[in-house]
């Protein structure tokens, strides 16, 4: 069975997702913001990487990240992206990728 992607780099920083957080004054009150990417070193200290605006870029990113050989990270959203047709209430989501 292949193994699952680690999200630890090879200094042991951890990188994780907030569904939210990040801004209160973005269109996601509910959560105090749309979500972060976050970084978590050894010493336990958190980055804020990455904040969702809840627009074009999304909101929501409960799931996991998954980092290639280079570092960047990947990871979707459940909320923003496009808002047109059946998505146009909350947005439909978004993959993306933070380098």
């Not at 780099?9 to 976050?38: E, K, M």
């Not at 947005?91 to 933070?98: D, E, H, I, T, Y």
């Amino acid at each position: 069975m292949p193994s699952m992607p680690e999200s630890r780099d090879r200094v042991g920083n951890l990188y994780g997702t907030a569904g939210g957080g990040g801004n209160p004054s973005s269109p996601c009150p509910y959560y105090s913001g749309c979500g972060v990417v976050f970084e978590l070193d050894g010493a336990g200290t958190e980055k804020v990487l990455y904040t969702f605006s809840g627009g074009a870029d999304g909101s929501g990113p409960f799931a996991g990240l998954i980092r290639d050989a280079v570092g960047n990270l990947y990871g979707t959203t459940v909320q923003g992206g496009n808002f047109s047709g059946s998505c146009s209430l909350y947005g439909c989501g978004v993959v993306f990728k933070l380098h």
